[in-house]
């Protein structure tokens, strides 16, 4: 948008007046945060209406992406950014007295989800609207979001994330929109006069959704589409007999919405989360119908106007709810319900850990949701009916929907969608031929990969500033919104005036990053030093305690020998446990003890630093990444399916160090084996150990010498005050069989570690391989993803220009 300084600075005086009587000088910066806020609402209301008359009027195809998570930081810098008018907004502020960037630490950073997928679909709203892609997200307005993370004496302890206290500038609630949603009673079906059979409910719970909209801006394109969150709430009531009764059901009514589950890979058949699933669902589904009646089209048609993603299984009850719809609310026989409904859907699963496979148990699902559970019955009765003539029964049997007692949510999925995506190549490959194999015999159409991708908006334009003005003074900014243009950077592969600007810009990066850590955690950390950075959940297979392994014996090599000639290193570590996950966080405190005696062992002469910064998440990572040298890429070969902090950190300059697993795979094949670091097993290795049931940990504890005293310390005394921890993971290594093969790549990870040591000895060598990266990042960026999914999947135009 056009905007002038001397205009901006009338309104935000005007509106400072007007909201709170204030004039500047009296304002603090909450006022001045809440009024900035509110100064872009009305900057991007029109494009937002206008937006939506558009969409109306051309009867365009809608996409809604449904997700339980959306990860989408703070919104300030970002908004303004993709209107156009964040270098005048900073500027215009700062005549004002007014420094932007204190302005941004008042808002909290929303922290509607996990990890990897909940920041995926925070990108992917990005992307579609800047990609000019008629696509909304759809999900839950949790009053809090994923934990605080805290840690007391090196333990994870978890504090409540009341991000919505101050209220939240950036959302409208929507009464007038809400829509009802039935739990619970009986249902039975009965014939009308007019001939149909209606179901009839008695007895059900109705529980009020009432969306909140938020603007999701597309980047200096006039493009507003939008978030809808729904919260859960009682329904008004005429008259209110027993108080403390409706006290009662109302506080039960609004835990619907209250938390989000803090697991990000086990998953646990808990009956709230079932609420919550089929409340965003239900809720969603009917909003959406609603808005294709307006256009007075038959429900047959509502393919070629819709379409519905379903992120992970979470919102696997889309299938249902819509059936239950379309035949109990619109009269369609089953075939053609069942049609639309395939056609509508689709589904990109996100993990093969199987103990993150979400399956109800029957009697939850038929005592909450009576006629999903019909419905379900019925759509998996037509499943084996069908198939049952085509495939041997096995094939039927390990495919069903309902299976020892449950239902199984991917199945689900799979069946009722016209489309099952993996996120990475190598995970849809073994989606295909392993995990979901008996699928793809029976639907191999429906299965395609699409690589995940992250927005270079958030990750480099505003994570990263001197590097964007860097790369916008050399190749100009096209890459902007046709990020495989950073290609052109390779011209400057050899040009050591660029190189060394992209050292000084890292080093400043990391010096930035130093003073933060010194100030919050009052460590000294040396910003010559490599930075090697691991940011993630934590979990087993991500292999964290591997990268500890490997500063252990770092730590000794130096004991034993002071002069050792290695780099000086920092390790970053970023990490949440989920609550209930014991063994996560007993390597939480194992890090944090022994960060503690290594950074306080004078005798290393700081060669070594641990840093395990508090309370990862998004606004963390965007002052991480940007100071990274090394990206630990260092999950199991088969486990991770694709990962995302891989590309922002490539993005940045960093260098991968990678075993060939989920996207590393890609992002090899693009930089070339010379720009990466690999080592380990590969997926098929995996395999074969688990076919032969060869793997047998405990002879490389007995035969490796320095995998001998790495492990010995766990339970030696070595490292003070983590005896029950060190037991535990020593016995989980050498007693029962190292799941995740970290004693098995070891030594390659350690080699791997020392070609790091080397090639950062040669900077110019060392920032030619980062130009690179950053070069061949491109292709990770979401805005392709997106538009893959809009052509391939959607079948929705992208670009369809409004301006
Ligand atoms: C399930 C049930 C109950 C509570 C929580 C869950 C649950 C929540 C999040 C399960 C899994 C969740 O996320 C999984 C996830 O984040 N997967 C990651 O997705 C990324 C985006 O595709 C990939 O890059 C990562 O490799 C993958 O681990």
């Known amino acids: 948008m ?28 909450t006022e001045q945060f809440f009024t900035l806020g509110n100064l872009i609402r009305s900057y991007s209301s029109k494009n937002w209406s206008r937006t939506n008359q558009h969409y109306s009027e051309k009867k365009e195809k809608q996409v809604y992406y449904f997700s339980m998570e959306f990860l989408l930081g703070r919104m300030l810098k970002s908004n303004l950014l993709n209107l156009g008018i964040l270098d005048t907004v900073r500027s215009a502020l700062q005549d004002l007295g007014i420094d932007l960037e204190e302005l941004v630490q008042i808002e909290p950073d929303p922290g509607l989800g996990n990890g990897g997928l909940g920041r995926l679909a925070a990108c992917f709203i990005d992307s579609m609207a800047t990609s000019e892609i008629p696509a909304h997200g759809n999900g839950i307005r949790f009053k809090y979001g994923l934990f605080k993370q805290k840690f007391v004496n090196g333990y994870q302890v978890e504090l409540p994330e009341n991000w919505l206290q101050n209220g939240n500038v950036w959302e409208t609630r929507k009464m007038h929109a809400a829509v009802t949603v039935r739990f619970y009673g ?82 646990e058949g808990r009956l709230l989360r079932l609420k919550q699933e089929y409340f965003f669902v239900s809720a969603g589904i009917q909003s959406i119908i609603r808005h294709f009646k307006k256009m007075h089209l038959h429900m047959n048609h509502l393919a ?106 991917a199945h689900l999925a799979i069946i009722g969608s016209h489309s099952i995506n993996g996120v990475a190549q190598l995970h849809t490959t073994i989606l295909k031929e392993k995990v979901l194999h008996d699928f793809f015999l029976v639907y191999p159409s ?99 305690l591997m990268n500890l392994l490997h500063i252990l014996s770092l730590y000794f090599k130096l004991k034993d020998n002071p002069a050792a000639d290695i780099q000086p290193r920092v390790f970053i570590f970023g990490a949440k446990a989920a609550p209930s996950y014991t063994y996560a966080k ?31 998440g998004v606004s963390l990572a965007e002052k991480i990444i940007p100071a990274a040298d090394v990206s630990e890429q260092i999950s199991l070969a088969s486990k991770e399916a694709s990962g995302t902090s891989n590309m922002k950190l490539m993005l940045n300059g960093a260098i991968t160090l990678a075993t060939l697993d989920g996207a590393n795979v890609e992002i090899k094949e693009h930089v070339g084996s010379e720009n990466i670091v690999i080592f380990g097993l590969r997926e098929e290795e995996v395999y074969q150990y688990y076919h032969d049931g060869s793997y047998h940990s ?52 350690v080699a791997a570690q020392e070609r790091i040591d080397s090639l950062y000895r040669d900077m110019l060598k060392w920032q030619r391989m980062a130009l690179i990266n950053i070069a061949g990042a491109g292709i990770f960026s979401s805005d392709y993803t997106v538009q893959q999914y809009a052509n391939q999947i959607w079948d929705v135009s992208s670009n369809a220009h409004l301006k």
């Not at 089953?334 to 589904?347: F, G, I, L």
């Not at 000084?504 to 003073?515: P, Q, S």
């Not at 960060?595 to 309370?615: G, P, Q, T, W």
């Not at 037991?727 to 007693?735: A, E, G, M, P, R």
Request: aromatic share 10%; glycine share 4%; hydrophobic share 40%.
């Open 586 to 616: 007993q390597i939480i405190k194992l890090i944090n003890t022994v960060a503690e005696l290594i950074n306080n062992d004078s005798s290393i002469e700081n060669k070594l630093k641990i840093v395990f910064v508090e309370n990862y």
């Open 698 to 749: 405990r002879s490389y504890y007995e035969n490796n010498p320095v995998l001998h005293r790495v492990l010995d310390a766990l339970i030696d005394g070595t490292i003070p005050g983590v005896v029950a921890e060190g037991h535990s993971i020593f016995d989980s290594l050498v007693q029962y069989g190292d799941e995740y093969f970290v004693l098995r790549d070891f030594d390659a990870y």
């Open 446 to 544: 429906k299965f395609n990969n699409k690589t995940n991708g992250i927005t270079q908006r958030r990750w480099l334009m505003l994570a990263n500033e001197p590097l964007r003005d860097l790369i916008n003074r050399k190749i100009g900014n096209e890459w902007e919104t046709m990020p495989t243009e950073l290609k052109m950077l390779k011209a400057f592969r050899d040009d050591n005036e660029t190189l060394l600007e992209l050292a000084r810009i890292k080093h400043l990066n990391k010096e930035r990053f130093a003073d933060y850590v010194q100030e919050t955690m009052g460590l000294a950390i040396n910003p010559d030093a490599i930075f090697d950075v691991q940011i993630k959940r934590l979990h087993a297979y991500k292999r964290q």
């Open 186 to 267: 009986k249902v039975w079906l009965q014939q009308t006069d007019k001939g149909f059979l209606t179901p009839h409910y008695e007895g059900a719970q109705e529980v009020l959704a009432v969306p909140y909209d938020s603007a999701v801006i597309g980047y200096k394109n006039n493009v507003v589409n939008t978030l809808r969150l729904w919260s859960a709430e009682l329904p008004p009531q005429d008259d209110i007999s027993d108080y403390w009764a409706y006290i009662h059901q109302r506080n039960q009514i609004e835990s619907i919405s209250e938390v989000l589950y803090p697991d990000d890979s086990t998953y």
């Open 2 to 29: 056009d905007l002038s300084k001397r205009k901006f600075k009338d309104d935000f005086k005007k509106m400072l007046t007007e909201v709170y009587s204030m004039d500047i000088t009296e304002s603090e910066l």
């Open 304 to 409: 070629e106007k819709v379409a519905i993603h379903i992120n992970d299984t979470h919102p696997a009850l889309c299938v249902p709810e819509l059936m239950r719809i379309l035949l109990d609310e619109e009269h369609m026989d089953w075939e053609h319900a069942w049609n639309v409904t395939v056609n509508v859907m689709s589904y990109t699963n996100h993990t093969i850990m199987s103990e993150a496979l979400e399956k109800w148990p029957i009697d939850m699902i038929s005592s909450l949701l009576p006629r999903i559970y019909q419905v379900i019955c019925e759509i998996d009765r037509r499943y084996t009916m069908k198939m049952g003539t085509l495939f041997e029964p096995a094939i039927i049997d390990r495919t069903q929907i309902i299976e020892g007692g449950h239902v199984k949510m």
